[in-house]
C-alpha cells in the first residue's frame, strides 16, 4: 500500500480539496497473480503488454522489494479470509481524508471482486491495520 502522499500532507490538503488516490492496488498487483512462479496469467495487464507499457513497468517491475511488499500483504489478506485485492480497497476506504476510491476491472470477474469488497466496507480491524502499517515500515513505498 503506497502512502507516498504522507498523511501530514493529506490532513493539510483536506480542508482545500477532497482527495482520490489513483492506482490503489498498484496496477493490481496486489491482487498476487503476479506472484507466480510463471509471472502470473498472459491476459493479465503488465503480461498481456509486455514492452509496451512503460510506465507501469518501470513503477511496478523487478525493483527492490515489490515481490516482497505484494507477498506479505497478499498472505496477510489471505491469512484474514480476504482477497488482496479486497484488503486494499477496503483499507483506502477506511481513510477519512479520501474521497472516494478510483477503481479499474478488465473483466466482470474483477469487477465483481471490487463491488464486493466495496460493499463489506472499509476496514475497522485495528489488529489487521496494525499489521498493514508493520508491513509498510518493513517495505516503505516499494513503487514510487
Not at 482545500?16 to 502470473?40: E, R
Not at 511496478?60 to 500483504?73: D, H, I, Q, S
Not at 477519512?96 to 470477474?109: E, H, N, R, Y
Not at 469488497?117 to 516503505?140: N, V, W
Request: a positive charge.
Amino acid at each position: 500500500m503506497v502512502k507516498r502522499f504522507s498523511i501530514t500532507t493529506a490532513s493539510s490538503c483536506v480542508h482545500v480539496t477532497d482527495l482520490l488516490p489513483v492506482a490503489f492496488s498498484c496496477a493490481l498487483l496486489l491482487q498476487g497473480k503476479y506472484l507466480a512462479a510463471h509471472g502470473g496469467p498472459p491476459q493479465a495487464r503488465l503480461n498481456k503488454y509486455k514492452g509496451r507499457y512503460a510506465e507501469a513497468e518501470s513503477r511496478y517491475g523487478p525493483k527492490p522489494n515489490v515481490r516482497e511488499a505484494v507477498a506479505a500483504y497478499a498472505a496477510l489478506a489471505w491469512n484474514h479470509n480476504m482477497s488482496p485485492t479486497s484488503l486494499a480497497l477496503r483499507f483506502v476506504l477506511g481513510n477519512p481524508l479520501l474521497a472516494s476510491a478510483v477503481i479499474g476491472a478488465s473483466d466482470v470477474q474483477q469487477l465483481m471482486e471490487l463491488l464486493q469488497a466495496a460493499s463489506e466496507g472499509p476496514l475497522h480491524d485495528e489488529e489487521l491495520l496494525h499489521a498493514i502499517d508493520k508491513i509498510h515500515q518493513r517495505y516503505p513505498n516499494p513503487t514510487p
